[in-house]
Protein backbone atom coordinates (compact mmCIF):
# COMPACT_ATOMS: atom_id res chain seq x y z
CA UNK A 1 0.00 0.00 0.00
CA UNK A 2 2.41 2.46 0.83
CA UNK A 3 3.90 1.76 -2.64
CA UNK A 4 0.94 2.87 -3.78
CA UNK A 5 0.74 6.05 -2.14
CA UNK A 6 3.59 7.80 -3.82
CA UNK A 7 1.62 6.62 -7.20
CA UNK A 8 -1.25 8.37 -6.13
CA UNK A 9 0.12 11.06 -5.46
CA UNK A 10 1.99 11.34 -8.52
CA UNK A 11 -0.85 10.50 -9.93
CA UNK A 12 -2.49 13.59 -8.42
CA UNK A 13 0.35 15.88 -9.34
CA UNK A 14 -0.01 14.89 -12.75
CA UNK A 15 -3.67 15.74 -12.48
CA UNK A 16 -2.98 19.22 -11.00
CA UNK A 17 -0.87 20.50 -13.12
CA UNK A 18 -3.57 21.67 -15.82
CA UNK A 19 -4.71 23.66 -13.37
CA UNK A 20 -5.27 27.42 -13.96
CA UNK A 21 -3.92 28.50 -10.15
CA UNK A 22 -0.18 28.54 -11.04
CA UNK A 23 -0.34 31.18 -14.03
CA UNK A 24 -1.49 33.58 -11.50
CA UNK A 25 1.93 32.89 -10.15
CA UNK A 26 3.74 33.17 -13.43
CA UNK A 27 2.48 36.13 -14.72
CA UNK A 28 3.36 38.03 -11.34
CA UNK A 29 7.19 36.74 -11.98
CA UNK A 30 7.03 37.96 -15.31
CA UNK A 31 5.92 41.12 -14.04
CA UNK A 32 8.87 40.99 -11.54
CA UNK A 33 11.32 40.45 -13.83
CA UNK A 34 9.96 43.44 -16.47
CA UNK A 35 10.49 45.72 -13.64
CA UNK A 36 13.12 44.77 -12.43
CA UNK A 37 15.01 45.10 -15.91
CA UNK A 38 13.47 48.55 -16.11
CA UNK A 39 14.51 49.72 -12.88
CA UNK A 40 18.05 48.69 -13.95
CA UNK A 41 18.25 50.57 -16.85
CA UNK A 42 16.96 53.68 -15.10
CA UNK A 43 19.27 53.15 -12.19
CA UNK A 44 22.05 53.50 -14.61
CA UNK A 45 21.50 57.60 -15.13
CA UNK A 46 22.59 59.32 -11.63
CA UNK A 47 19.76 60.88 -9.83
CA UNK A 48 21.59 64.14 -8.85
CA UNK A 49 23.05 65.03 -12.87
CA UNK A 50 19.23 64.71 -13.60
CA UNK A 51 18.09 66.50 -11.00
CA UNK A 52 20.67 69.66 -11.68
CA UNK A 53 19.75 70.76 -14.97
CA UNK A 54 15.83 70.51 -13.68
CA UNK A 55 16.81 72.20 -10.94
CA UNK A 56 18.60 75.19 -12.93
CA UNK A 57 15.83 75.40 -15.24
CA UNK A 58 13.47 75.83 -12.92
CA UNK A 59 15.76 78.35 -11.30
CA UNK A 60 16.20 80.60 -14.88
CA UNK A 61 12.38 80.09 -15.04
CA UNK A 62 11.95 81.59 -11.84
CA UNK A 63 14.42 84.82 -12.93
CA UNK A 64 12.53 85.54 -15.74
CA UNK A 65 14.07 83.59 -18.70
CA UNK A 66 17.26 86.05 -18.72
CA UNK A 67 18.24 85.69 -22.19
CA UNK A 68 21.17 87.18 -23.95
CA UNK A 69 21.39 89.60 -26.03
CA UNK A 70 19.30 89.78 -29.27
CA UNK A 71 21.65 91.29 -32.74
CA UNK A 72 18.73 93.65 -34.85
CA UNK A 73 19.78 96.42 -37.26
CA UNK A 74 18.19 99.95 -36.18
CA UNK A 75 17.89 103.34 -37.81
CA UNK A 76 18.40 106.24 -36.04
CA UNK A 77 15.41 108.87 -37.27
CA UNK A 78 16.46 112.40 -38.78
CA UNK A 79 14.76 115.37 -39.10
CA UNK A 80 15.11 116.02 -42.88
CA UNK A 81 13.43 118.57 -45.25
CA UNK A 82 10.56 116.53 -48.06
CA UNK A 83 8.79 117.85 -50.03
CA UNK A 84 5.17 117.68 -50.51
CA UNK A 85 4.08 115.62 -54.09
CA UNK A 86 0.54 115.07 -55.24
CA UNK A 87 -0.12 113.03 -57.67
CA UNK A 88 -3.27 114.12 -60.01
CA UNK A 89 -5.01 112.06 -63.01
CA UNK A 90 -4.73 114.30 -66.13
CA UNK A 91 -4.78 114.20 -70.27
CA UNK A 92 -2.09 115.51 -72.58
CA UNK A 93 -3.37 118.13 -74.78
CA UNK A 94 -1.78 119.70 -77.74
CA UNK A 95 -0.32 123.00 -77.48
CA UNK A 96 -1.25 124.38 -80.85
CA UNK A 97 -3.45 122.81 -83.11
CA UNK A 98 -4.59 123.96 -86.65
CA UNK A 99 -7.59 122.96 -88.89
CA UNK A 100 -6.47 123.49 -92.26
CA UNK A 101 -9.30 124.92 -94.82
CA UNK A 102 -9.29 126.68 -97.96
CA UNK A 103 -10.01 130.18 -98.65
CA UNK A 104 -10.36 130.11 -102.50
CA UNK A 105 -12.49 127.77 -104.37
CA UNK A 106 -10.86 125.68 -107.40
CA UNK A 107 -9.41 121.93 -108.32
CA UNK A 108 -6.53 120.96 -106.07
CA UNK A 109 -3.87 120.01 -108.08
CA UNK A 110 -1.12 118.75 -105.95
CA UNK A 111 -0.56 117.93 -102.51
CA UNK A 112 3.08 119.06 -100.87
CA UNK A 113 3.57 117.23 -97.65
CA UNK A 114 3.70 113.83 -95.91
CA UNK A 115 1.40 112.68 -93.74
CA UNK A 116 2.54 112.16 -90.14
CA UNK A 117 5.42 114.57 -91.20
CA UNK A 118 6.93 117.53 -89.21
CA UNK A 119 6.25 120.90 -91.27
CA UNK A 120 7.14 124.30 -90.52
CA UNK A 121 4.83 127.52 -90.43
CA UNK A 122 5.02 129.13 -93.88
CA UNK A 123 5.53 125.53 -95.45
CA UNK A 124 3.11 124.66 -98.52
CA UNK A 125 0.21 122.34 -98.51
CA UNK A 126 -1.67 122.12 -101.02
CA UNK A 127 -1.93 124.01 -104.59
CA UNK A 128 -4.91 124.90 -106.30
CA UNK A 129 -5.28 125.34 -109.86
CA UNK A 130 -4.32 128.73 -109.82
CA UNK A 131 -5.54 129.74 -113.90
CA UNK A 132 -8.74 131.89 -112.88
CA UNK A 133 -7.27 133.66 -110.26
CA UNK A 134 -3.88 134.47 -112.60
CA UNK A 135 -6.25 135.96 -114.85
CA UNK A 136 -8.53 137.76 -112.37
CA UNK A 137 -5.23 139.49 -111.37
CA UNK A 138 -4.05 140.80 -114.72
CA UNK A 139 -7.36 142.05 -114.99
CA UNK A 140 -7.59 143.88 -111.62
CA UNK A 141 -3.85 144.90 -112.89
CA UNK A 142 -5.16 146.40 -116.57
CA UNK A 143 -8.30 148.01 -114.41
CA UNK A 144 -5.64 149.72 -112.00
CA UNK A 145 -3.79 151.00 -115.39
CA UNK A 146 -6.86 152.31 -116.90
CA UNK A 147 -8.06 154.71 -113.87
CA UNK A 148 -4.60 155.38 -113.34
CA UNK A 149 -4.40 157.20 -116.68
CA UNK A 150 -8.08 158.63 -116.46
CA UNK A 151 -6.56 160.05 -113.23
CA UNK A 152 -3.90 161.87 -115.12
CA UNK A 153 -5.68 163.52 -117.96
CA UNK A 154 -8.97 165.13 -115.26
CA UNK A 155 -5.59 166.37 -113.28
CA UNK A 156 -4.38 168.17 -116.40
CA UNK A 157 -7.12 169.65 -117.51
CA UNK A 158 -8.29 170.60 -113.74
CA UNK A 159 -4.50 172.63 -114.26
CA UNK A 160 -5.53 173.98 -117.53
CA UNK A 161 -9.28 175.24 -116.51
CA UNK A 162 -7.65 176.62 -113.27
CA UNK A 163 -5.48 179.17 -115.29
CA UNK A 164 -8.20 179.78 -117.99
CA UNK A 165 -10.88 180.46 -115.51
CA UNK A 166 -8.31 183.52 -114.74
CA UNK A 167 -8.89 185.29 -117.71
CA UNK A 168 -12.68 184.18 -118.39
CA UNK A 169 -11.82 181.70 -120.95
CA UNK A 170 -13.79 178.95 -119.26
CA UNK A 171 -16.84 179.41 -117.02
CA UNK A 172 -16.33 178.92 -113.46
CA UNK A 173 -18.80 175.71 -113.40
CA UNK A 174 -16.18 174.13 -115.96
CA UNK A 175 -13.64 174.71 -113.75
CA UNK A 176 -15.14 173.28 -110.64
CA UNK A 177 -16.44 170.09 -112.34
CA UNK A 178 -12.74 169.51 -113.70
CA UNK A 179 -11.57 169.61 -110.24
CA UNK A 180 -14.47 166.99 -109.27
CA UNK A 181 -13.39 164.87 -111.50
CA UNK A 182 -9.69 164.79 -110.41
CA UNK A 183 -10.91 163.38 -106.96
CA UNK A 184 -13.21 161.35 -108.60
CA UNK A 185 -10.56 159.44 -110.89
CA UNK A 186 -8.26 159.53 -107.62
CA UNK A 187 -11.42 157.33 -105.93
CA UNK A 188 -11.52 155.11 -109.09
CA UNK A 189 -7.95 154.22 -108.32
CA UNK A 190 -7.89 153.51 -105.06
CA UNK A 191 -10.89 151.36 -105.88
CA UNK A 192 -8.84 150.00 -108.63
CA UNK A 193 -5.63 149.19 -106.07
CA UNK A 194 -7.91 147.53 -104.23
CA UNK A 195 -9.57 144.93 -106.25
CA UNK A 196 -5.83 144.30 -107.70
CA UNK A 197 -4.50 143.78 -103.94
CA UNK A 198 -7.44 141.43 -103.57
CA UNK A 199 -6.56 139.53 -107.02
CA UNK A 200 -3.50 139.08 -105.59
CA UNK A 201 -4.38 137.84 -102.30
CA UNK A 202 -6.99 135.06 -103.39
CA UNK A 203 -3.69 134.08 -106.27
CA UNK A 204 -2.01 133.85 -103.30
CA UNK A 205 -4.70 131.74 -101.60
CA UNK A 206 -4.44 129.16 -104.14
CA UNK A 207 -1.39 127.87 -102.11
CA UNK A 208 -2.34 126.52 -99.02
CA UNK A 209 0.68 127.50 -95.83
CA UNK A 210 0.97 125.67 -92.97
CA UNK A 211 -0.09 128.50 -90.28
CA UNK A 212 2.15 127.16 -87.61
CA UNK A 213 4.77 124.36 -87.46
CA UNK A 214 4.16 121.07 -86.46
CA UNK A 215 3.12 117.36 -87.29
CA UNK A 216 0.70 116.72 -90.01
CA UNK A 217 -2.21 114.65 -90.18
CA UNK A 218 -4.27 112.47 -92.07
CA UNK A 219 -4.97 114.38 -95.70
CA UNK A 220 -9.08 114.18 -96.29
CA UNK A 221 -8.72 114.67 -100.25
CA UNK A 222 -6.31 114.37 -102.74
CA UNK A 223 -5.48 115.56 -106.30
CA UNK A 224 -7.98 116.55 -108.58
CA UNK A 225 -10.79 117.47 -105.63
CA UNK A 226 -12.89 120.18 -105.83
CA UNK A 227 -12.98 122.36 -102.36
CA UNK A 228 -14.86 125.75 -101.76
CA UNK A 229 -13.53 129.00 -100.26
CA UNK A 230 -14.64 128.88 -96.11
CA UNK A 231 -16.13 124.96 -96.11
CA UNK A 232 -17.09 123.31 -93.07
CA UNK A 233 -14.54 119.80 -93.59
CA UNK A 234 -11.08 120.04 -93.01
CA UNK A 235 -8.97 119.20 -95.36
CA UNK A 236 -5.67 118.38 -92.68
CA UNK A 237 -5.05 119.08 -89.60
CA UNK A 238 -1.64 120.49 -87.60
CA UNK A 239 -0.33 119.69 -84.15
CA UNK A 240 2.03 121.17 -82.59
CA UNK A 241 3.46 118.91 -79.15
CA UNK A 242 6.50 120.61 -77.99
CA UNK A 243 6.46 121.43 -75.72
CA UNK A 244 2.22 119.88 -74.75
CA UNK A 245 -0.29 121.05 -72.41
CA UNK A 246 -1.16 118.43 -69.33
CA UNK A 247 -4.65 118.91 -67.71
CA UNK A 248 -4.90 117.85 -64.36
CA UNK A 249 -8.24 118.09 -62.18
CA UNK A 250 -7.23 118.37 -57.99
CA UNK A 251 -10.45 118.46 -55.76
CA UNK A 252 -11.19 121.61 -53.57
CA UNK A 253 -11.09 119.68 -50.49
CA UNK A 254 -7.51 118.63 -50.75
CA UNK A 255 -6.64 122.10 -52.24
CA UNK A 256 -8.36 123.98 -49.28
CA UNK A 257 -6.52 121.17 -46.60
CA UNK A 258 -3.02 122.43 -48.14
CA UNK A 259 -3.97 126.00 -47.87
CA UNK A 260 -4.89 125.20 -44.16
CA UNK A 261 -1.26 123.66 -43.82
CA UNK A 262 0.43 126.11 -45.35
CA UNK A 263 -0.99 128.53 -43.33
CA UNK A 264 -0.37 127.19 -40.20
CA UNK A 265 3.14 126.67 -40.59
CA UNK A 266 3.29 122.76 -41.19
CA UNK A 267 4.49 123.31 -44.23
CA UNK A 268 6.27 125.62 -46.56
CA UNK A 269 5.49 126.24 -50.19
CA UNK A 270 7.63 124.95 -52.71
CA UNK A 271 9.26 127.71 -54.57
CA UNK A 272 8.18 131.46 -55.26
CA UNK A 273 8.49 130.41 -58.98
CA UNK A 274 6.16 127.94 -60.78
CA UNK A 275 5.89 124.44 -59.41
CA UNK A 276 7.33 121.99 -61.14
CA UNK A 277 5.52 118.81 -62.47
CA UNK A 278 6.44 115.46 -62.73
CA UNK A 279 4.59 113.28 -65.90
CA UNK A 280 3.87 109.59 -65.11
CA UNK A 281 3.11 107.45 -68.38
CA UNK A 282 -0.03 104.83 -68.37
CA UNK A 283 2.74 101.73 -68.39
CA UNK A 284 3.76 103.04 -64.79
CA UNK A 285 7.32 104.62 -65.49
CA UNK A 286 7.79 108.28 -65.31
CA UNK A 287 8.70 110.88 -67.77
CA UNK A 288 12.31 112.18 -67.71
CA UNK A 289 11.61 115.96 -68.35
CA UNK A 290 9.68 118.03 -65.70
CA UNK A 291 7.30 120.39 -66.21
CA UNK A 292 6.17 123.89 -64.58
CA UNK A 293 2.76 124.76 -63.34
CA UNK A 294 1.49 127.30 -65.78
CA UNK A 295 -2.37 128.04 -64.91
CA UNK A 296 -4.88 126.85 -62.23
CA UNK A 297 -8.48 127.41 -63.00
CA UNK A 298 -10.70 129.70 -60.68
CA UNK A 299 -13.61 127.96 -61.49
CA UNK A 300 -14.61 125.00 -59.74
CA UNK A 301 -16.44 122.16 -61.82
CA UNK A 302 -19.67 121.71 -59.73
CA UNK A 303 -20.27 118.17 -61.38
CA UNK A 304 -17.12 116.96 -60.12
CA UNK A 305 -15.91 119.90 -57.67
CA UNK A 306 -12.52 120.13 -58.76
CA UNK A 307 -10.85 122.65 -60.54
CA UNK A 308 -8.30 122.19 -63.78
CA UNK A 309 -4.61 122.27 -63.74
CA UNK A 310 -2.46 122.88 -66.91
CA UNK A 311 1.05 122.15 -67.01
CA UNK A 312 3.50 122.95 -69.68
CA UNK A 313 5.61 119.77 -70.60
CA UNK A 314 8.85 120.08 -72.67
CA UNK A 315 8.06 116.79 -75.48
CA UNK A 316 10.95 117.11 -78.20
CA UNK A 317 11.21 113.57 -78.81
CA UNK A 318 7.26 113.71 -79.33
CA UNK A 319 6.57 110.57 -76.95
CA UNK A 320 3.45 112.56 -75.17
CA UNK A 321 0.73 112.63 -77.61
CA UNK A 322 -2.72 114.86 -77.36
CA UNK A 323 -5.03 112.88 -75.42
CA UNK A 324 -3.23 110.33 -73.40
CA UNK A 325 -4.15 109.64 -69.87
CA UNK A 326 -1.14 110.14 -67.24
CA UNK A 327 -0.67 111.35 -64.10
CA UNK A 328 1.03 114.55 -62.34
CA UNK A 329 2.98 114.80 -59.32
CA UNK A 330 3.19 118.39 -58.14
CA UNK A 331 5.39 119.69 -55.46
CA UNK A 332 2.73 121.28 -53.34
CA UNK A 333 5.02 122.77 -49.82
CA UNK A 334 7.95 121.33 -48.04
CA UNK A 335 8.25 119.77 -44.34
CA UNK A 336 10.92 121.20 -42.81
CA UNK A 337 11.25 118.39 -39.85
CA UNK A 338 10.15 115.14 -41.39
CA UNK A 339 10.57 111.76 -39.82
CA UNK A 340 10.91 109.53 -42.68
CA UNK A 341 10.96 105.28 -41.46
CA UNK A 342 11.68 102.57 -43.75
CA UNK A 343 8.50 100.68 -44.26
CA UNK A 344 9.38 97.22 -43.09
CA UNK A 345 10.02 98.89 -39.58
CA UNK A 346 6.45 99.45 -39.11
CA UNK A 347 3.83 96.85 -38.41
CA UNK A 348 0.04 97.27 -37.84
CA UNK A 349 -2.21 94.72 -35.24
CA UNK A 350 -5.70 93.74 -35.95
CA UNK A 351 -7.34 96.47 -35.71
CA UNK A 352 -5.48 98.56 -37.85
CA UNK A 353 -2.85 100.51 -35.40
CA UNK A 354 0.82 101.28 -36.48
CA UNK A 355 3.78 100.31 -34.06
CA UNK A 356 7.50 100.27 -34.55
CA UNK A 357 10.00 98.83 -31.68
CA UNK A 358 11.82 101.32 -30.41
CA UNK A 359 15.30 100.81 -28.75
CA UNK A 360 15.53 102.84 -25.13
CA UNK A 361 18.36 104.49 -23.69
CA UNK A 362 19.08 101.44 -21.36
CA UNK A 363 19.45 99.40 -24.50
CA UNK A 364 15.65 97.74 -24.36
CA UNK A 365 13.16 97.47 -26.74
CA UNK A 366 9.77 98.70 -26.35
CA UNK A 367 6.81 99.10 -28.46
CA UNK A 368 5.40 102.22 -29.60
CA UNK A 369 2.54 103.49 -31.24
CA UNK A 370 2.82 105.68 -33.89
CA UNK A 371 0.75 108.03 -36.56
CA UNK A 372 1.39 107.35 -40.16
CA UNK A 373 0.74 110.76 -42.32
CA UNK A 374 2.08 109.64 -45.93
CA UNK A 375 4.11 106.80 -48.18
CA UNK A 376 7.61 108.90 -49.55
CA UNK A 377 8.35 106.03 -52.29
CA UNK A 378 9.42 103.06 -50.10
CA UNK A 379 9.54 105.15 -46.22
CA UNK A 380 6.95 106.04 -44.00
CA UNK A 381 6.39 109.63 -43.55
CA UNK A 382 5.84 109.53 -39.47
CA UNK A 383 3.24 112.25 -38.01
CA UNK A 384 3.62 111.68 -34.55
CA UNK A 385 4.89 109.26 -32.19
CA UNK A 386 8.47 109.17 -32.46
CA UNK A 387 11.13 112.20 -32.43
CA UNK A 388 14.73 113.17 -34.14
CA UNK A 389 17.17 110.53 -32.42
CA UNK A 390 15.03 107.79 -31.74
CA UNK A 391 16.45 104.25 -32.52
CA UNK A 392 14.05 101.96 -34.68
CA UNK A 393 14.30 98.37 -34.98
CA UNK A 394 14.11 97.95 -38.72
CA UNK A 395 16.34 94.31 -38.99
CA UNK A 396 15.11 91.05 -36.76
CA UNK A 397 11.90 91.66 -35.65
CA UNK A 398 10.80 88.57 -35.95
CA UNK A 399 13.47 87.40 -33.31
CA UNK A 400 12.83 89.97 -30.52
CA UNK A 401 9.86 91.33 -28.26
CA UNK A 402 9.42 93.83 -26.07
CA UNK A 403 11.52 94.26 -22.70
CA UNK A 404 14.49 92.04 -24.48
CA UNK A 405 17.87 93.21 -24.09
CA UNK A 406 19.58 94.14 -27.25
CA UNK A 407 22.73 94.34 -29.53
CA UNK A 408 22.06 97.26 -31.60
CA UNK A 409 23.92 97.68 -35.49
CA UNK A 410 23.66 100.89 -36.81
CA UNK A 411 21.81 99.96 -40.65
CA UNK A 412 22.14 102.84 -43.53
CA UNK A 413 18.81 102.83 -44.53
CA UNK A 414 20.21 103.19 -48.53
CA UNK A 415 20.48 99.81 -48.58
CA UNK A 416 16.83 99.37 -47.26
CA UNK A 417 15.39 99.83 -50.69
CA UNK A 418 12.48 97.06 -52.05
CA UNK A 419 12.41 95.60 -48.57
CA UNK A 420 15.89 94.27 -48.39
CA UNK A 421 17.62 92.79 -45.49
CA UNK A 422 21.01 94.63 -45.03
CA UNK A 423 23.91 92.64 -44.81
CA UNK A 424 24.96 93.61 -41.28
CA UNK A 425 22.14 91.88 -40.10
CA UNK A 426 22.75 88.86 -41.40
CA UNK A 427 24.90 87.70 -38.40
CA UNK A 428 21.50 88.15 -36.28
CA UNK A 429 20.45 84.79 -36.98
CA UNK A 430 22.60 83.54 -34.37
CA UNK A 431 20.95 84.07 -31.15
CA UNK A 432 17.70 82.75 -32.31
CA UNK A 433 19.94 79.58 -32.47
CA UNK A 434 21.52 80.05 -29.20
CA UNK A 435 17.85 80.55 -27.92
CA UNK A 436 16.88 76.92 -29.71
CA UNK A 437 20.11 75.57 -28.21
CA UNK A 438 19.49 76.93 -24.38
CA UNK A 439 15.76 75.44 -24.67
CA UNK A 440 17.36 71.49 -25.21
CA UNK A 441 18.60 71.35 -21.61
CA UNK A 442 15.78 72.70 -19.90
CA UNK A 443 13.61 70.04 -22.78
CA UNK A 444 15.86 67.36 -20.97
CA UNK A 445 15.38 68.47 -17.50
CA UNK A 446 12.13 68.06 -17.94
CA UNK A 447 12.02 64.46 -19.70
CA UNK A 448 14.07 63.29 -16.92
CA UNK A 449 12.04 64.88 -14.11
CA UNK A 450 9.49 62.98 -15.95
CA UNK A 451 11.33 59.74 -15.83
CA UNK A 452 11.78 59.87 -12.14
CA UNK A 453 8.89 58.97 -10.81
CA UNK A 454 9.10 55.59 -13.13
CA UNK A 455 12.56 55.06 -11.82
CA UNK A 456 11.50 55.56 -8.46
Keep these: MPLHAPAGDHVGLIRRAPSPRPLPSASRLWAIGLLATVAALTGCKPATGDAAPAGAAAAGAAQGGARPPVAVGVVTLKAEAQTLTTELPG ?3 AFQNAEIRPQVSGIVKQRLFTEGAVVKAGQPLYQIDAATYEVAEAAARATLAKTQAAARTAELNAQRNAELVKIDAVSRQVADESQATVLQ ?9 AALAQARINLQYTKILAPIGGRMGLSTITAGALVTANQTGVLTTIVQTDPIYVDVTQSTTELLQLRRDLEAGRYERAGEGAARVRIVLEDGTAYRL ?21 AVVPNPDGLLMPGMYVRARLETGVVPDALLLPQQALTRDGGGRASVLRVTEDGKVERRGVEVA ?3 GNRWRIASGLQAGDRVVVDGLQRVRPGDNVKETEVDPATLGGGKRSGKGGGGDKPAGDKAAADKPTAAAQGAGASAPAAR
Design 185 to 193: TRADVAAAE
Design 91 to 93: RTS
Design 374 to 376: AAV
Design 290 to 310: PGKLQFAGVNVNTGTGAITLR
